[in-house]
C-alpha cells in the first residue's frame, strides 16, 4: 500500500527563527519515517513582497540547508526547490481560473501585509495562497504540517479542491484532487515575539531581538534572552493570560528541552526571572548547538548540497506533473501532441 503523504515548505526570506523550527519544521521530522515526506524551500512565494534579488538564490540554499541540519533526511523525504518544479505555477495559473476573487480578500495574512506595502501591493500578494494550494494539491498530500497562522489558508486549498476543482469537474463521482488535512500541533504552533508575548515571532519583524535565529551564535542568544520583556511577577506558568510572556518562554523552554510541559512545570514555578532567563538561554544554545554544527558543515559543500536538491526536484517534478495532467483532462485541455 502507498504511505501517506505530507507536503510543507518554509519561504527563503530572511532568517528562519525558532517558530519556524518548533512551528513546522520540527515535525516535519518526526513525520518523515512514516510518510512520504516533501518539502520544499518556497522561492516562488519569497517574491510576492519587494525582494532582493542578490540575496534569494542565497537565501534559498540556506533554507534547504537547515532543512538538513534540523534531522530533514534526503534518504527518507524529499527536499526541493519550488521553482525548480514547474507544476507549481501552471497549477496555480489553473486554479487562479477557478477561484472567486472574494475568497482571497477575506485572507488575514493578505490584508496584514497588504497593509505593511502601503500602494505597492502586487497580485503576487493576493495570489499567494492559490500558490500555496497548487503546492499541496499537486502532491495529493494528506496531511500539511504548519504553523497556527497558516490554519486558513490550508483551508482554502480544501475548498478550491473540493467545491472549485471536484465537484465542478469531476465525473461519476470520481474526485480529481484529493482534499487534504493540516496538521498543527499545539504545543510550539504559535511561538511569541520576545519583546510583545501577543504578537507571533516572525522574520518580518524588523527588530531582529524579537526573535531567535536558527544560526543566532550562542551570545546572541543569551543577549536577547536576557533582554526578553517580562513581567513582575515570580514564577513561571503556562496559560495565565495576562502573563503571556511568561507562557512563551516556559513554552519555548519545554520544548527545546524536550522535557514536556508537566516537568518544566515543575521546575519553573517557583523560579524568579534573573534564574530562569540564564536557564533558558542555555537551554536554546544546547538545543541549537548540533542543529548549527551541521549547517556550517553542510555548507561547506554546495554541491554536495544541490544533488540533495537536485535529486528532490527530479522526484517532485515526477509526482506533481500526474496530477498537473489530471487537472488538464479534467478542464478539458487538449492532450499532448
Ligand atoms: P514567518 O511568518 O516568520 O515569515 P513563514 O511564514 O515563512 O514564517 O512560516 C514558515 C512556517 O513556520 C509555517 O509553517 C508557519 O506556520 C511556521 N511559523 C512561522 N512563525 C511561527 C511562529 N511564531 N510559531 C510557530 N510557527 C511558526
Ligand atoms: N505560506 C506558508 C508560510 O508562510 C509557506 C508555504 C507555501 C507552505 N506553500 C506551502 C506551507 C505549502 C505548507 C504547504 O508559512
Known amino acids: 500500500m502507498n504511505r501517506k503523504r505530507v507536503l510543507s515548505g518554509v519561504q527563503p526570506t530572511g532568517s528562519l527563527h525558532i517558530g519556524n523550527w518548533l512551528g513546522a519544521i520540527k515535525n516535519w521530522v518526526s513525520l518523515q ?50 521553482s525548480q518544479v514547474t507544476s507549481h505555477a501552471e497549477l496555480c495559473w489553473l486554479l487562479n481560473c477557478v477561484t472567486p476573487l472574494n475568497w482571497m480578500e477575506r485572507m488575514i495574512q493578505f490584508k496584514e501585509k497588504a497593509i505593511k506595502q ?99 551564535s550562542p551570545d546572541l542568544v543569551m543577549k536577547k534572552i536576557k533582554k526578553a520583556k517580562t513581567d513582575s511577577q515570580i514564577g513561571l506558568e503556562f496559560g495565565n493570560k495576562d502573563r503571556p510572556e511568561a507562557n512563551n518562554l516556559l513554552t519555548i523552554y519545554s520544548l527545546v528541552t524536550n522535557i514536556g510541559t508537566d516537568r518544566a512545570l515543575e521546575e519553573c514555578s517557583d523560579m524568579g526571572w534573573g534564574k530562569f532567563k540564564p536557564l533558558l538561554g542555555e537551554a536554546i544554545i544546547n538545543a541549537l548547538e548540533p542543529i548549527q554544527n551541521k549547517y556550517y558543515e553542510l555548507r561547506k559543500d554546495n554541491i554536495a548540497l544541490k544533488n540533495i536538491l537536485k535529486q528532490g526536484n527530479i522526484k517532485a517534478q515526477e509526482v506533481s506533473e500526474l496530477t498537473l495532467a489530471k487537472v488538464k483532462k479534467a478542464l478539458g485541455f487538449i492532450e499532448n501532441i
Do not use: W
Open 33 to 82: 519515517n512514516e510518510y512520504e515526506t516533501f518539502v520544499c524551500v518556497v522561492d516562488l512565494h519569497a517574491i510576492t513582497v519587494p525582494h532582493n534579488p542578490k540575496e534569494l538564490a542565497e537565501n534559498t540554499l540556506k533554507t534547504a540547508a537547515i532543512y538538513l541540519a534540523c534531522g530533514m533526511d534526503p534518504k527518507s523525504c524529499s527536499i526541493f526547490i519550488q
Open 118 to 216: 502601503g500602494d505597492n501591493v502586487s497580485i503576487g500578494l493576493l495570489d499567494y495562497p492559490v500558490l500555496m494550494a497548487a503546492d499541496i494539491l499537486l502532491y495529493e498530500s494528506d496531511l500539511v504540517p504548519v504553523g497556527e497562522d497558516q490554519k486558513q489558508h490550508l483551508e482554502l486549498a480544501r475548498n478550491i479542491a473540493q467545491q472549485r476543482i471536484n465537484s465542478k469537474f469531476g465525473t461519476n463521482g470520481k474526485d480529481i484532487l484529493k482534499v487534504p488535512e493540516a496538521l498543527i500541533i499545539r504545543e510550539g504552533a504559535k511561538i511569541m515575539s520576545l519583546i510583545d508575548g501577543t504578537k507571533k515571532m516572525s522574520k518580518s519583524d524588523p527588530n531582529d531581538t524579537s526573535r531567535i535565529g536558527i544560526l543566532d
